[in-house]
């Protein structure tokens, strides 16, 4: 089966520190896209960051980087410099093999002033 | 603004009823997924459309249908509507099917059933 774990329903961090979100995935796909969406309230999913899974170099976009172990299954998100518009829920997804999206049940991360 | 639209953005049904969703795609793209979210889950795959037919389908019972129409606008139909239907529904649109084509989400339809 393909699936996303996540195992933090929620989070905080104190604004400009930097927090870890973790994810972890199963699936016998040797080629798969991971991703990063935000989903504030407004409820529109926006894409973070993804990274290729033949790819072993992070992905990173600006203050968002990614540690991706493969081997592990393994995809946490790091955000630097949190800011207080960085509050939303987070959803770790994959795309294994030429499927559709399969989402984790996403990480809720409050940024504190 | 991802250009993805949705309408209506929340509505009430009964039990039993029928209800049409509407999915605007960004301008260019020719593949629409619907996803449903639950309270508290992450978005589940419904089906997906590539170049109005379909092209996937999820763990989801027939009564759960849809189009894509020559614009590549959509529409899901949900028939004899349950309670557990209640949940915030998604499309995304994108380039094409492949797994490496970023989808761009519209901002929901909120569906209650009472």
Request: hydrophobic share 30%; charged share 15%; proline share 5%.
């Amino acid at each position: 089966a393909q699936t996303v774990t996540q195992s933090q329903p929620e989070m905080s961090v104190q604004e400009a520190e930097t927090v870890t979100l973790s994810c972890t995935y199963d699936t016998s796909e040797n080629n798969y896209y991971l991703f990063w969406y935000k989903q504030p309230p407004s409820r529109q999913m926006i894409l973070v960051i993804r990274q290729e899974a033949y790819k072993q170099q992070n992905a990173t976009e600006n203050r968002f980087s990614v540690n991706f172990q493969k081997a592990a299954k393994s995809f946490s998100l790091k955000i630097s410099d949190s800011q207080l518009g960085d509050t939303a829920m987070y959803f770790c997804a994959f795309t294994p093999g030429n499927t559709p999206l399969v989402f984790g049940k996403g990480t809720r991360l409050s940024v504190i002033a | 603004e991802t250009g993805v639209t949705q309408s209506p953005t929340h509505l009430i049904k009964t039990r039993g009823q029928q209800v049409t969703l509407r999915c605007s795609s960004q301008s260019g793209h020719n593949t629409v997924s619907w996803y449903q979210q639950a309270l508290g889950q992450g978005p589940q795959f419904i089906f997906q459309y590539y170049r109005e037919e379909e092209n996937g389908r999820g763990n989801f019972p027939p009564r759960f249908s849809g189009l894509q129409f020559p614009n590549y606008s959509s529409e899901l139909n949900v028939n004899a509507l349950e309670l557990d239907d209640s949940a915030l529904y998604l499309c995304a649109s994108s380039l094409e099917p492949s797994m490496n084509t970023e989808a761009f989400f519209g901002q929901g339809t909120r569906l209650t059933v009472v």
